[in-house]
Structure formats: structure tokens, C-alpha cells
């Protein structure tokens, strides 16, 4: 392509805001984190090693009865937060700045369940009610 030669029009997006086709037979909660499958198709957080996630549902997507992107999934990626696991998978804020992995579609863990569970995000601070996690997918 040649240089511009008058003032151009260039679509914006603002980097945040997505739709991702969802799973055939997938049904993904308002609130919940949402995962890329290996075929890019959006699905619920779950355990698993293929998975990329890249934020929250605004609104639920109701695939259960439909082909593979027969829907779109409307998703935010930001910080937000979500359920921390427990015991050996607690995460603190010794852990801030190092990579969260998803256990389902609100909970996150400090590991990778012994290589069952991939990255859900960042984690950018914890608190009493659970972990915020920073998506940049």
C-alpha cells in the first residue's frame, strides 16, 4: 500500500471489550471468567491445559443448544475479582505480580494443579474476599 494521501478514517476498538463465537452445547455465566479452547471458541474457566483466559462475561451466553459460534459472548478484559482456593493453592500477597490459574469459572489458584491448569491472569492484589486478577489475553 502507498502512503496516505488525505486524512483517513481508522476504526477504533477500545481494547477491553470483545465477542468470542462460544462452545457449541456451552453455556457461560454473566460474572464469570471466560477461557479461549484450543479452537479460539469461548467457554466457561475450567480445569484444564489448553485453555487462554481473557476476562469476565458481561452477560450470559447460552449456547447450550447451538453449534459451535452460533452465539457470541460479550467479554471484558480488566482486573476483577474472583474466589481464591484454599489450603496449599491459597494465594497471598507474597504471590502478587505472578500468574493465576483458573479451578473453574470463579476460582483461582496459586498453582497449576500439578500441570492440570492453565493461566487464568495476573494477580494484581488480594484481599478478604478473594483475588483480583489482571487479564491482558
Same mark, same amino acid.
Given at each position: ?61 447460552? !449456547? &447450550? *443448544?447451538?453449534? =459451535?459460534?452460533?452465539?457470541? +459472548?460479550?467479554?471484558? @478484559? #480488566?482486573?476483577?475479582?474472583?474466589? !481464591? &482456593? *484454599?489450603?496449599? =493453592?491459597?494465594?497471598?500477597? +507474597?504471590?502478587?505480580? @505472578? #500468574? ?38
Amino acid at each position: 500500500m502507498a502512503a496516505l494521501t488525505q486524512a483517513r478514517n481508522t476504526p477504533k476498538r477500545d481494547g477491553r471489550t470483545r465477542e468470542f463465537g462460544v462452545k457449541g452445547a456451552t453455556k457461560i455465566w454473566q460474572g464469570s471468567m471466560v477461557a479461549l479452547d484450543s479452537s479460539g471458541r469461548a467457554v466457561p474457566f475450567s480445569v484444564s491445559t489448553t485453555l487462554k483466559g481473557v476476562g469476565r462475561a458481561e452477560l450470559t451466553a447460552d !449456547n &447450550s *443448544a447451538g453449534a =459451535d459460534n452460533a452465539i457470541r +459472548a460479550k467479554v471484558l @478484559s #480488566d482486573t476483577f475479582r474472583f474466589n !481464591n &482456593s *484454599a489450603a496449599g =493453592d491459597l494465594i497471598t500477597t +507474597a504471590d502478587i505480580g @505472578s #500468574d493465576c490459574y483458573g479451578v473453574d469459572d470463579q476460582t483461582v489458584a496459586k498453582t497449576n494443579g500439578t500441570n492440570t491448569r492453565s493461566v487464568a491472569g495476573k494477580i494484581y492484589d488480594v484481599d478478604a474476599l478473594g483475588v483480583w486478577v489482571k487479564f491482558t489475553a
